[in-house]
């Protein structure tokens, strides 16, 4: 039994000094809330964490949302604006353009078909939540709860909500890989088919050809600016011009791990699942852990706040973790024209053309044309060249709102209950796993997943009816492992579709862009290392720091020299280091510069391809630049080492000094987290929001990720939230968020989890109510408005 302690990556904390933080005094609060049914209680704990416990599961849904608004309404307010092309109505005419985008990509379908995809109690759920955050909402108004900072500052107010648009908006899910199928276009224009091995490696290997009927040539640059726009958060600040590469680099930090171990190889003979998604971070979270408790519904763990239930976490039962899995869900089509009509099938076929209007504060409403084809949303369209671009997605279809799928693990008993909420899943597409109270553990891959017939999905086709999708593949169709042989299963966004005769990976094309394997190699080394693991172990896991990417790099170099005495001692370090990217080590600080700044650039340029090619591959990333130098003869490769290797260490040069001795990854790589509205706050108010900052170990590598930013090298990515969930056992479970569970900069709980999320430390996530009890900061006693 772990008591009232904190683990941290390497052992556990007194609880005496943690618990010196904090206030023994729990405070009670009694409130009238309109639209509640039955009395209820609310339960926060020293971390933050919510615990609802209500008389029906419609009351605890409304109470989530309810208590979402109380924690974090700005940030769910501008959700949801965001999702539906409504910021320009409280933010102003500079957002007409998102706002237009976003409503390109808008579920526009039959909603009783939406509604019946979920879970049959899905629809309760997103209507009490809704109502649940309106509530919320109608007291500000009132004046009885204070309005949030963020709305003062932008002269706005928070909106009502309907429950529909929680799964209308579809543009925060994460799908892929049309912004890859238009920079293979681009390269392949610039530079050949092979050119494109340096900027991404394709698994299980494949050789993909040019479709027919395509020119690469045709794909303009800025052919998915509405895409990309639709899809970006909300800026308070002017953004600097990107190319494509650089947002594909920014969002390839979104990933995840997770394991399952059965109790066979466990130290107390159940199960242990553990799960960490990777997103941006920043202040707020990303993330909101919260506890539902009625009759018939008993769940706790991690989501996006706007979202009713949990998408990871537990029940009474069952237990289940998310990460990505990379199915391609979405595909550029390319059209010949003549104004709005496009060539299918041998005739013209009209777009359907929809207009809207956008209301624009302080200005006149704004009219806006969209135009559909077939295939969805054209999201470019040039009349002069007879060109228009349509993007089909998987968003478009019903089912498919983001994250919603958990709605069928609420309540999920036993395996099969797991097997229909996986054949159910939408999207994102995720590696499942799985664990329950009876001792079972599995994976399962999840989402829906179009059917190629003749061609892989790899780059941007004609639209003129030679490449359709032919429906989904079917329930059961995708790759699943039950009680694995092995004794634990786990993932980490790498391509894991299991080889022939197992799995027909070939004939099924589920998907050929892959995260870099560092991640899945690392967690798979440690989990078979451990015969009897223990939840100790699985929080080392994730917050372990070393990087099997970096063992590549180094061994590399072991056999070069350099007459450059500083390249001669960056080498003389590299090669004795262990590829742990702890927070005072030199090495880690030199092979990151090194591998993820310089390297790339000197071996795309030394490969032959093409200066155009060359400009869009870019840097690259570390693993096909490895790969590729890897197979290269010492005569080419050495070369592009040693020159890449200087670069790198002019750079720390300048960033850290002369003096090697001193220089450290921690001195680099730091988290800080600055909200996007701070620009608009003075200075005082702006330093209270920002938190940190802090020294990270790690990097996008390692299981700890820690993507950072190539201009400062501070974290932009890692894991939002932490879970290791004691299967059956439950109270002794634990989590961790960052900065913390509010989005008041003067909460306590703003920032509260920031220094033991940095620190790799944790803290319980109780489940009985006895453990919650004890655990207690606030008790809100909530009875129905007269």
């Not at 790759?479 to 092995?486: F, G, T």
Request: aromatic share 8%.
């Amino acid at each position: 039994m772990i008591g009232r302690v904190f683990l941290g990556a390497a052992a556990a904390l007194l609880a005496g000094a943690a618990q010196a933080e904090v206030s023994t005094a729990v405070r009670q609060e009694a409130r009238a809330v309109q639209g509640l049914n039955a009395p209820a209680e609310l339960i926060v704990d020293r971390w933050g964490i919510p615990h609802i416990y209500a008389a029906s599961s419609r009351d605890a849904f409304f109470l989530q949302g309810y208590n979402a608004a109380r924690d974090r309404l700005w940030q769910i307010d501008l959700w949801r604006k965001r999702g539906l092309g409504r910021l320009s109505a409280s933010l102003g005419p500079a957002y007409v353009a998102q706002d237009r985008a976003a409503r390109l990509f808008l579920y526009r379908g039959d909603m009783a078909a939406e509604w019946a995809a979920y879970d049959p109690g899905g629809k309760e759920a997103a209507e009490a939540f809704a109502a649940g955050v309106n509530a919320y909402v109608a007291e500000v108004r009132a004046g009885k709860r204070p309005l949030p900072v963020e709305f003062k500052l932008t002269a706005s107010q928070p909106e009502d909500w309907k429950p529909e648009e929680i799964l209308r908006i579809r543009s925060h899910a994460l799908v892929s890989n049309v912004t890859s199928e238009v920079a293979r276009a681009r390269v392949v224009c610039a530079g050949g088919v092979e050119a494109d091995a340096l900027r991404r490696k394709l698994e299980p290997a494949h050789k993909f050809a040019v479709p027919k009927g395509l020119d690469p040539c045709d794909v303009p640059e800025n052919v998915l600016a509405d895409y990309v726009l639709a899809t970006e958060p909300v800026s308070f600040k002017p953004l600097a011009p990107r190319t494509l590469a650089q947002v594909m680099d920014e969002r390839s930090a979104e990933g995840s791990n997770n394991w399952t171990i059965a109790g066979s190889r466990t130290a107390t003979g159940r199960p242990i699942l553990a799960n960490d998604p990777h997103r941006p971070v920043g202040a707020p979270s990303l993330r909101y852990i919260a506890h539902l408790d009625a009759p018939g519904l008993s769940i706790i763990g991690a989501g996006e706040p706007a979202l009713p239930g949990v998408s990871l976490g537990h029940n009474g039962t069952t237990a289940f973790g998310i990460t990505i899995f990379y199915i391609d869900q979405e595909d550029l089509y390319v059209y010949e024209t003549r104004g709005n009509a496009y060539r299918y099938k041998g005739g013209w076929e009209p777009m359907k053309v929809v207009r809207e209007t956008i209301e624009v504060k302080g200005e006149a409403p704004r009219e806006v044309e969209f135009h559909f084809t077939r295939h969805g949303p054209v999201v470019n369209q040039d009349d002069a060249k007879g060109r228009a671009f349509a993007i089909r997605t998987i968003w478009n279809e019903p089912g498919l709102a983001g994250y919603f799928g958990s709605s069928r693990m609420w309540r999920a008993k036993g395996w099969d209950d797991f097997q229909t909420a996986r054949n159910r899943w939408g999207a994102p597409p995720l590696n499942l796993v799985y664990a329950d109270t009876k001792g079972e553990i599995g994976w399962s891959a999840a989402g829906r997943t179009p059917v190629r017939p003749g061609w892989d999905g790899l780059m941007p086709v004609p639209g003129d009816g030679r490449y359709e999708w032919k429906g989904f593949v079917e329930d059961g169709g995708l790759p699943v492992s039950r009680n694995p042989k092995a004794g634990y299963f786990g993932t980490a966004n790498a391509m894991n579709i299991p080889a022939e005769p197992e799995y027909p990976r070939h004939a099924r094309k589920l998907g050929f862009e892959w995260a870099d394997p560092t991640r899945a190699m690392r967690v798979q080394e440690v989990l078979s290392s451990l015969p009897k693991s223990t939840l100790a172990d699985s929080v080392a896991l994730q917050t372990d720091s070393v990087s099997p990417q970096a063992r590549r790099g180094v061994a590399l170099v072991q056999a070069l020299s350099s007459t450059d005495p500083d390249v001669a001692r960056a080498l003389a370090l590299l090669k004795v280091w262990d590829g742990n990217e702890t927070t005072d080590s030199a090495a880690a600080a030199i092979y990151e510069t090194w591998a993820v700044k310089h390297l790339g650039r000197h071996a795309v340029g030394a490969s032959g391809v093409t200066p155009a090619a060359r400009k869009l591959i870019g840097a690259s990333s570390p693993d096909p630049i490895l790969t590729w130098l890897e197979a290269a003869p010492a005569g080419t490769r050495d070369p592009i080492l040693l020159s890449s290797l200087a670069d790198a260490v002019g750079e720390l040069k300048v960033r850290l000094g002369p003096d090697m001795a001193t220089w450290t990854w921690g001195r680099l790589h730091q988290a800080k987290f600055v909200p996007a509205i701070a620009p608009l706050a003075d200075p005082q108010l702006a330093a209270q929001m920002t938190v940190g900052p802090l020294q990270v170990p790690g990097s996008s590598s390692t299981p700890r990720a820690a993507t950072w930013r190539t201009e400062d090298f501070s974290q932009a990515a890692g894991a939002s939230v932490r879970i290791v969930l004691d299967v059956g056992a439950w109270d002794n479970s634990m989590a961790i968020n960052t900065p913390g569970q509010s989005a008041d900069p003067a909460s306590p709980h703003y920032r509260d989890l920031f220094p033991l999320w940095a620190a790799g430390s944790y803290v319980p996530l109780r489940f009985s109510r006895a453990a919650v009890e004890a655990d207690a900061e606030t008790v809100m006693k909530l009875t129905p408005a007269p």
